[in-house]
């Protein structure tokens, strides 16, 4: 399931072809994804102006001149591809590529530019929905969402107050979209084995009796900062599906300290530690058992 830096990435490919332009036409080319299309779908898109192209959690946002708001998930297996000129490119072979079938280009937004916009998704897991701008607080998919990590409210003190009086695992918190949105299980790891900390940790230890931030609750936001931002400028993670709107891999996959290297020395300097994983969960989870506490 992409996280918060494969759809942030997407979403900055898109953003050059989409915001500002006019939406010629589109085509539904089946009568649902996840869920059924809106019956009114395409008529509420055609003759469109995408004003803003933004993201909340792991849900792109394309809002309209109409003040409606198009939501858009990609699912496990969706993607986006652009094409500006006669035909698309993806540069490159790698060893999951795109699905090449055109059977699952699903919707085709066609832009008053010239450019062609197709939604592929060969498990159908993805979403579209149109929802006036004024509904969006109700939306059940966003609805309770927490703060977005790399948003300037997001500190330790907020991180801490989240996690404040749960006795769940430090894991499980975080992977809860009500504490902190969009992040998900390999940068969770990849978080915590950063700040050193234990997935096993029980939640409420970010927060000191106060209720003020431990230096835990410091490190892990620091950590958490650092391990997004990286995901992101790499074009995120591909470990099966996904791809950047140039049919691009992600290539943080390569940058991992933690996640998929079980059995393999702990990269941390000085320590003898092995890279264990566990079910946590229902969840794969690696750590460092020797370093992080």
Same mark, same amino acid.
């Given at each position: 399931?992409?996280?918060?830096?494969?759809?942030?990435?997407?979403?900055?490919?898109?953003?050059?072809?989409?915001?500002?332009?006019?939406?010629?036409?589109?085509?539904?080319?089946?009568?649902?994804?996840?869920?059924?299309?809106?019956?009114?779908?395409?008529?509420?898109?055609?003759?469109?102006?995408?004003?803003?192209?933004?993201?909340?959690?792991?849900?792109?946002?394309? +809002?309209?001149? #109409?003040?409606?708001?198009? &939501?858009?998930?990609?699912?496990? =297996?969706? !993607? @986006?591809?652009?094409?500006?000129? %006669?035909?698309?490119?993806?540069?490159?072979?790698?060893?999951?590529?795109?699905?090449?079938?055109?059977?699952?280009?699903?919707?085709?937004?066609?832009?008053?530019?010239?450019?062609?916009?197709?939604?592929?998704?060969?498990?159908?897991?993805?979403?579209?929905?149109?929802?006036?701008?004024?509904?969006? +607080?109700?939306? #059940?998919?966003?609805?309770? &969402?927490?703060?977005?990590?790399? =948003?300037? !409210? @997001?500190?330790?003190?907020?991180? %801490?107050?989240?996690?404040?009086?749960?006795?769940?695992?430090?894991?499980?918190?975080?992977?809860?979209?009500?504490?902190?949105?969009?992040?998900?299980?390999?940068?969770?790891?990849?978080?915590?084995?950063?700040?050193?900390?234990?997935?096993?940790?029980?939640?409420?230890?970010?927060?000191?009796?106060?209720?003020?931030? #431990?230096?835990?609750?410091?490190?892990?936001?620091?950590?958490?900062?650092?391990?997004?931002?990286?995901?992101?400028? %790499?074009?995120?993670?591909?470990?099966?599906?996904?791809?950047?709107?140039?049919?691009?891999?992600?290539?943080?996959?390569?940058?991992?300290?933690?996640?998929?290297?079980?059995?393999?020395?702990?990269?941390?300097?000085?320590?003898?530690?092995?890279?264990?994983?566990?079910?946590?969960?229902?969840?794969?989870?690696?750590?460092?058992?020797?370093?992080?506490?």
């Amino acid at each position: 399931m992409p996280e918060l830096p494969e759809v942030e990435t997407v979403r900055r490919g898109l953003q050059p072809v989409m915001e500002g332009q006019r939406i010629a036409s589109v085509e539904t080319r089946r009568h649902n994804l996840r869920f059924p299309f809106q019956k009114d779908f395409v008529g509420r898109l055609e003759g469109q102006t995408i004003v803003g192209m933004g993201r909340r959690a792991k849900l792109l946002m394309a +809002e309209l001149s #109409s003040g409606d708001v198009l &939501l858009m998930h990609l699912g496990m =297996s969706g !993607s @986006f591809r652009v094409v500006k000129h %006669a035909a698309a490119t993806s540069p490159g072979h790698f060893h999951h590529e795109r699905s090449a079938d055109r059977a699952h280009d699903h919707v085709v937004f066609h832009m008053a530019s010239g450019a062609i916009v197709t939604f592929n998704d060969p498990r159908r897991f993805g979403y579209m929905k149109i929802v006036p701008h004024s509904e969006l +607080e109700a939306e #059940s998919f966003l609805r309770g &969402l927490g703060p977005e990590p790399l =948003s300037n !409210s @997001f500190d330790a003190a907020v991180l %801490a107050a989240g996690c404040a009086g749960k006795k769940t695992s430090l894991k499980a918190a975080l992977l809860d979209q009500r504490v902190v949105a969009g992040l998900g299980n390999i940068y969770v790891c990849e978080a915590l084995f950063r700040a050193h900390l234990s997935p096993k940790r029980q939640a409420s230890t970010l927060a000191l009796r106060s209720g003020a931030p #431990s230096d835990h609750a410091r490190r892990l936001v620091d950590a958490i900062h650092t391990v997004l931002n990286l995901a992101i400028e %790499a074009g995120g993670s591909s470990l099966r599906d996904h791809r950047q709107t140039t049919g691009e891999l992600g290539y943080f996959q390569h940058s991992f300290r933690v996640y998929d290297r079980e059995d393999e020395k702990c990269p941390t300097k000085g320590c003898k530690g092995t890279i264990k994983r566990f079910t946590q969960n229902g969840r794969s989870t690696f750590w460092c058992p020797t370093c992080q506490k």
